[in-house]
């Protein structure tokens, strides 16, 4: 059984252009939820996605979005990048019936 | 999600206990107690969870008092590999909903000493 996995494991952008990023959930799950973590920090939600469909958001800007595949790997898109949204992005899966969430190994994202 | 309270920051010894407090007052009935911990720039890493009884498995033990307003994490023997960042996390009933977020605090810094 694989574990969650993400790509790429670092980024580096400038300000202003705009990063996908990419997690493939455990085999067996049908949920993906996304998670940013600036320097210090803990975890902070930004949204779930549910048999591709959004199942809930954070208190983040539109400019921050997903999606989630029909084999339930998923994508968070960021346009517009600021200097603030250099953090560690996490992915976690989770299955219905049972819902921990299980987290991916995090991409950093550093934006000059 | 009810609020949680944790020490900062906490020492323990090699091979002995870890015991890790935490503090949810305002749990609700339905309501899990969920502990995570994240080493270094690594993803957070599941420990245990519970609803009102007291968990084990091959990680940690969860005791979670009878009225839930708090929970104690404990690794039995810890290694200087448990140092890492722990948190407690109160999350919504399993089940859709609401309560498909966890909600992060700062966390306990746990130093596990040689």
């Known amino acids: 059984e694989t574990g969650v996995t993400q790509s790429p494991t670092h980024l580096i952008k400038t300000r202003g252009q705009q990063v996908t990023l990419r997690c493939s959930s455990q085999s067996g799950h049908n949920t993906v939820s996304w998670y940013q973590q600036a320097l210090g920090q803990g975890p902070q939600f930004i949204f779930q996605y549910y048999r591709e469909e959004e199942n809930g958001r954070g208190n983040f800007p539109p400019r921050f979005s997903g999606l989630q595949f029909p084999n339930y790997s998923s994508e968070l898109n960021v346009n517009a990048l600021e200097l603030d949204d250099s953090a560690l992005y996490l992915c976690a899966s989770s299955g219905r019936g049972q819902e921990t969430q299980y987290f991916g190994p995090g991409t950093r994202l550093l934006v000059l | 999600d ?84 722990y948190y407690c996390i109160v999350r919504g009933g399993h089940g859709g909903g609401s309560n498909y977020k966890l909600t992060f605090g700062k966390g306990t810094l746990l130093t596990v000493n040689p």
């Open chain 2, 2 to 85: 009810a609020k949680t309270t944790q020490p900062p920051s906490m020492d323990c010894a090699e091979g002995r206990a870890a015991n890790l407090p935490c503090n949810h007052s305002t749990i609700s009935g339905n309501e899990y107690v969920y502990w995570y911990r994240q080493i270094h720039s690594q993803g957070p890493q599941y420990i245990i969870h519970g609803l009102k009884n007291n968990e084990t498995n091959e990680m940690a033990s969860l005791i979670i008092t009878e009225d839930r307003k708090s929970s104690t994490l404990i690794l039995p023997h810890a290694t200087l590999r448990d140092t890492a960042v």
